[in-house]
């Protein structure tokens, strides 16, 4: 492909638009000729060269652009690398598109500050170390389902203000979109939103407001993974999850579930595993492996502290008062109403 | 750096929204968003279907990154080039659809797709010789290009194909300018030894 323009008249150039958008056969005679001439003499008219060979030291540590590198430019020049967009889709986007059904405007992801302060007492102290750790406290959850392929369906989305996805605003009503962006993998800010989720008769998820969350899609192993970044989730298993296995793992550690109702809250110093009924095998990776029974709960600190087991359950006990005040409801409440 | 002079008329070589067509799009003139459709869809979808390879992954990024054009059309410049900012989308969505685990499902949708086009090439043996021997250096490049690891290919795509100038690269993908004139070098080399057969016959024919 010529780099300086002036090195190429605009006929030219138009043909080789023409080729590499697959849309012309060959370039252009002259375009040709000018590529043997200059590759006979060893001269290529690219602009890449003449700056590397005028350039700073640093440019001079590039490979020098030899005869062979022009030769590949010209086969990708030559070259359909890209089969064309069905027409029915091209016609139905440049209709959205020129319409202006995408409404909106594209805000930043919602902050996740709402459970910033929520640090049990124990924990407080540990504030200092919880910045640099924060990213210790994304969750990742491996939901190793089945070998039925399925996908996430949204059961309702309850709330006020922007649903943020892939950095997008997503109009609430819309499950189709929303769907399709969590098929596509895209975190997800709650917002002030309640997203409630299910996957078949599986597994139930609910999305607390102040959530981050990406819903990874489901892999034809039926292997699935959620990963839980800020906030907090509740879960429950359906009917279905019998014959099978949830994994949770954390930066510093693995959670495994089988079929139980259970809630998670991932804070900036941490990470906490409550269950209602069933067990938890939550490993820490620099400690043991815990077991967490129905009526109990383990909190895994960022910074590796030793993990706190209790025998409380409502992840409220671990926010503070003001936020417990706003969003704390009895765990069986958000279990009865996630139940199959 | 590119010669800011060389930069101006390598963007004007392609196809793109003269300054007055730009200036209608904040306001999302109907014509103008059409006009801008047509410029960028088959670009903008050919960039990604490199990339991503499964033709249903293609469409979902696509128009992903037409809704984010769009929504984000009334603070555009229109001083601006489009092409950089267009790109710069397209590849942020690329990039975010690697980071998920969809990504590593799709690589083995993407070995079946090439193995099915592979399929249908060998179906079609009543074409013109001289189409055959074209197709089968697309389908070889395109397998080339596929091989290509992540970064080297996005250059290789912007460069090649959408004729971008490695400071407009190095812009989209976070990454100084001799980095990336590096990287495209590294590309040209990984190619050249990838493509092998092809290459030879294509410079005996030169």
Known sequence: ?340 | MDDPQNTRERASSYPDLSVEERRLLPERDEGALAKFFDVYFDRVYGYIRRLVVAEHLAEDLTQDVFMHVYRSLPSYDATRELRPWVFTIATNKVRDFWRSRRHRDAQREKSVEIEGSLDHFAERDDRPESELVQHEMDVQVREAIDKLPDGMRTTVLLRAYEGLSFEAIGEILDRNEVAIRKRYSRALETLRETLGPAYRVHQEES
């Open chain 1, 1 to 340: 492909m010529p780099d300086r323009a002036e090195d190429w008249d605009p006929a030219d150039e138009a043909a080789v638009e023409r080729a590499c958008s697959g849309s012309g056969p060959e370039p252009s005679p002259s375009f040709r000729a000018e590529l043997r001439d200059a590759f006979v003499r060893g001269r290529f008219a690219h602009g890449d060269e003449a700056g590397e060979s005028s350039g700073s030291a640093s440019q001079g540590e590039e490979a020098p652009r030899t005869p062979e590198h022009a030769m590949i430019e010209h086969i990708l020049n030559k070259s359909r690398i890209s089969e064309p967009a069905r027409d029915d889709f091209r016609q139905e986007l440049r209709a959205r598109f020129v319409a202006g059904e995408f409404e909106g405007t594209a805000p930043e992801p919602a902050s996740d500050s709402v459970f910033e302060t929520g640090a049990p007492r124990s924990a407080l102290r540990l504030l200092g170390w919880a910045a640099p750790l924060a990213v210790a406290a994304a969750i990742l959850l491996i939901v190793i389902l089945g070998a039925e392929d399925s996908s996430w369906r949204v059961r309702s989305v309850a709330g006020d203000g922007p649903l943020v996805i892939g950095g997008t605003e997503v109009a609430v009503l819309d499950g189709p979109e929303l769907e399709r962006r969590i098929r596509l993998g895209q975190e997800i800010s709650t917002g002030e939103h309640r997203v409630d989720l299910e996957l078949g008769d599986k597994v139930r998820m609910r999305f607390e407001p102040g959530s981050r969350v990406r819903v990874e899609p489901s892999a034809d192993d039926g292997q699935l993974a959620l990963q839980l970044l800020a906030g907090e989730l509740h879960g429950v298993t359906g009917p279905d999850f019998v014959r099978s296995e949830l994994q949770i793992d954390t930066p510093r550690g693995t959670a495994t579930i089988t079929g139980t109702a259970f809630s998670i809250l991932a804070v900036p110093m941490g990470a906490c595993f409550c269950v209602d009924h069933g067990t938890v095998g939550v490993k820490d990776k620099s400690g043991p492996l815990h077991s967490v029974g129905g009526g109990s709960s383990v909190f895994l600190y960022a910074d590796g502290s030793p993990a706190a087991t209790s025998t409380e359950t409502e992840l409220g006990h671990f926010r503070s008062a003001e936020s417990r005040a706003e969003h704390g409801r009895p765990l069986r409440q958000f279990l009865a109403e996630l139940a199959y």
